[in-house]
Structures are given as structure tokens and as C-alpha cells.
């Protein structure tokens, strides 16, 4: 199975990083020329992805998901060994290079430091460029959740417009390299992306209808606000009607997957997250159930 799209990208700091912000200077535009990236053509198929996979299942998919971390050794050197693995099997990868939100924190706490930002990507500038050009990296995930003030950004979130800068602060380092963020249809819906190709919605059950859920995410895109959007499941997490209460069962995961499917629309459908005691044969068959679906 082979994702027949582009290339992307995704996360990290150093080890040092993952564990402690660092004083970044403030965050000053600069008058670059702006770089467009071509926005994916419809699929003809929705590929199903995974976040975090062990080694030994990159294979498996046809898209996976890492952090920047995951590009590093134990002593914070580069090694692409996952990357390595991916472009052995065909596989795509999509990469989060500045991990956690809080990696990208103001010094106070508060908004997202487009300046931290920048500074963890530059980390990786000339790194993953040949997986970029050889399709490996199929996209740079630059920002997930902006829409979670409380939760994930000390009360302030960001605005779209510094949400979408981050993707055009992406371009500079890989003008060619699709970007996608995390976020509700609401926040997403709010803004004309200009420089974020694809939108990402994900879905759990304390979310309310899924068929509500699915029509306001559509609506991102047939308004034009989106050039292209993504799906993803959150299995692990996201069963009940309070978060983090319960995982979802097979059905519900199969009723999830065969539901955004079903939409035809999609660059493509990712389970968040891989956890070794979660993948029961159950499990393994709903998600084989969504590929068919699919249409893998």
C-alpha cells in the first residue's frame, strides 16, 4: 500500500529542548518572498496512517506520524533511522519537528513563540531535506491544537494568522513540503489558510454527533476557507462522552473510520495514537475494516 500524494514533514527539539524551554528572542516578519505550495490533488483513495508505531510496523501503513524526537539519538545527534525504514518500504511519513505545544511557549507560558518555533525547526534545516526531496516526508505538521487556549496554550491562543505564519515560516526551510495543523472546523473555518495546505480534524466522542462533526469539517472545505483536509481518530482516548474517559471499542472505531471515509474527501485518515496492550486482534480488524473502506 503506497500513499500516492507528496511529501511532508514532522516534529522536534534537541533532548535538551524536549525538557526545557529555552529564552528565545522576540519573533520579527521579515519581507521574504512568499513560496507557494501546491495544494495535494484529491486522492483516489484515503490512506490510513498511525501515530508512533514501533520500528518493526513502519511498514504496516501507508502514512505514519513522529516527532522530531524521534529523529534523534540518545545524545541529541541526528538519526534518521525511521526515515530510513519509511523510504526502504515506501512508506510516508509526517513529522512534528517541535514536539509539544509547551516546546513552543512564550517564555511567560502564554501564546505561541513564533521565535521558539522557528529556532526548533531551523534545528532540523539540511537534516531531512534529501527524505523531503525524495517524497519520504510527506508533510511538516506545524501547529496542533491552537483552538485549546486553556489547555494547551496558558489561556492565549494563538491567532490563524500566527498559526498560518507558521507555515509560512516552514516554506522558507522547504518551500516544497506540504504543512497541516490540528484543529476544530470552528477555529479552522474563522481564516482563508494561506500557507497551511491541510487541515486536520480528529475526532473523539465527547465531541458530540460524529455526523455534525463530519458536515462542519466539509463545510471548512467547500466554503474554500481549506485548501485540502485530513482525518484522524482518537482511539486511545476518546470512547466517551467525557475525554480520556475510555478508548473507543472496534465498532466505534469502525464506525468513525467508515463515516469520514465514506466523505471521499481526505488527504488522510491517521489512528492516534499506537499503544502495544491497545492493538488487540479486535482492534486490528476494525482498523483493517476502515482500510478496506477506505479503499486501500
Not at 540518545?74 to 519509511?86: K, M, N, R, S, W
Not at 467525557?242 to 488522510?268: D, H, K, L, Y
Amino acid at each position: 500500500m503506497r500513499l500516492a500524494l507528496i511529501s511532508l514533514a514532522w516534529l522536534a527539539l534537541t533532548a535538551c529542548q524536549a525538557n526545557a524551554l529555552r529564552p528565545a528572542a522576540a519573533y520579527v516578519p521579515t519581507d521574504e518572498p512568499e513560496v507557494a505550495t501546491a495544494a495535494p490533488a484529491p486522492p483516489t483513495y484515503i490512506p490510513f496512517g498511525m501515530l508512533f508505531p514501533p520500528p518493526e510496523r513502519i511498514c504496516d501503513y501507508p502514512v505514519v506520524q513522529f516527532f522530531g524526537r524521534h529523529l534523534l539519538d540518545e545524545q541529541g545527534d541526528f538519526d534518521p533511522a525511521v526515515l530510513d525504514i519509511a523510504q526502504g518500504c515506501g512508506t510516508q511519513v509526517i513529522l512534528r519537528l517541535t514536539g509539544r505545544t509547551s516546546n513552543v511557549l512564550n517564555d511567560s507560558g502564554v501564546g505561541l513563540s513564533l521565535a521558539r518555533y522557528e529556532d526548533a525547526i531551523n534545528d532540523f534545516a539540511g537534516l531531512i531535506d534529501p527524505y523531503v526531496a525524495n517524497g519520504t516526508i510527506l508533510a511538516h505538521f506545524t501547529i496542533d491544537e491552537p483552538h485549546d487556549c486553556q489547555n494547551d496554550w496558558g489561556g492565549q491562543c494563538p491567532t490563524p494568522a500566527e498559526v498560518d505564519e507558521a507555515g509560512r515560516l516552514s516554506r522558507k526551510y522547504w518551500p516544497t513540503l506540504l504543512t497541516m495543523i490540528n484543529t476544530s472546523p470552528s477555529y479552522a473555518g474563522r481564516y482563508h489558510w494561506q500557507y497551511t495546505d491541510i487541515v486536520n480534524f480528529q475526532y473523539s466522542f465527547h465531541k458530540g454527533s460524529l455526523e455534525a462533526f463530519i458536515n462542519g469539517s466539509l463545510a471548512v472545505l467547500e466554503e474554500g476557507q481549506a485548501h485540502q483536509i485530513a482525518w484522524s481518530i482518537q482511539a486511545t482516548r476518546g470512547g466517551c462522552d467525557e475525554f480520556n474517559e475510555c478508548p473507543m471499542t472496534p465498532s466505534q472505531i469502525e464506525e468513525v473510520g467508515r463515516a469520514m471515509c465514506a466523505t471521499g474527501r481526505g488527504a488522510w485518515l491517521y489512528f492516534t495514537g499506537y499503544r502495544e496492550e491497545f492493538m488487540t486482534p479486535e482492534v486490528e480488524q476494525a482498523i483493517q475494516q476502515v482500510r478496506v473502506a477506505c479503499g486501500e
